[in-house]
């Protein structure tokens, strides 16, 4: 499985932008899927993530409703919508995927596949 991770870029507070990630192979709804991001000297910390059906999802808590995330398995391609931008939200955002488990999306180790990253960022 390989995975583009793109839609980042320079976008003002209270601004939005939507994430995409492009996958693979014909078998994107066998797999979760999630965000993550990272910012430098910090741990890459969960964000947001989706089973491979799209019935259930789970976000971090600092995404406040700001975030939804999405998949469209026809297209192969999860996205993930970003509101109301905050300048805490700059980092580079990764999409992954795990063969779907049915446990919470956060633990990053259970994730065999991952995008190049794409970087948001978030003036004030």
């Known amino acids: 499985v390989q995975l583009q991770a793109s839609g980042g870029g320079l976008v003002q507070a209270g601004g939005s932008l939507r994430l995409s990630c492009a996958s693979s192979?014909?078998?994107?709804?066998?797999?979760?899927m999630a965000w993550f991001r990272q910012v430098p000297e910090k741990e890459r910390e969960f964000v947001a993530g989706?089973?491979?059906?799209?019935?259930?999802?789970g976000y971090a808590d600092f995404v406040k409703g700001r975030f939804i995330i999405s998949r469209d398995n026809a297209k192969n391609t999860g996205y993930l919508r970003m509101n109301s931008l905050e300048p805490e939200d700059t980092a580079l955002y990764y999409c992954?995927?795990?063969?779907?488990?049915?446990?919470?999306?956060?633990?990053?180790?259970?994730?065999?596949?991952w995008g190049q990253g794409t970087l948001v960022t978030v003036s004030s």
């Open positions: 989706i089973s491979g059906r799209g019935g259930r999802i």
């Open positions: 992954a995927v795990r063969r779907s488990y049915g446990r919470d999306f956060d633990n990053k180790a259970e994730y065999r596949y």
């Open positions: 192979g014909s078998t994107f709804s066998s797999y979760d």
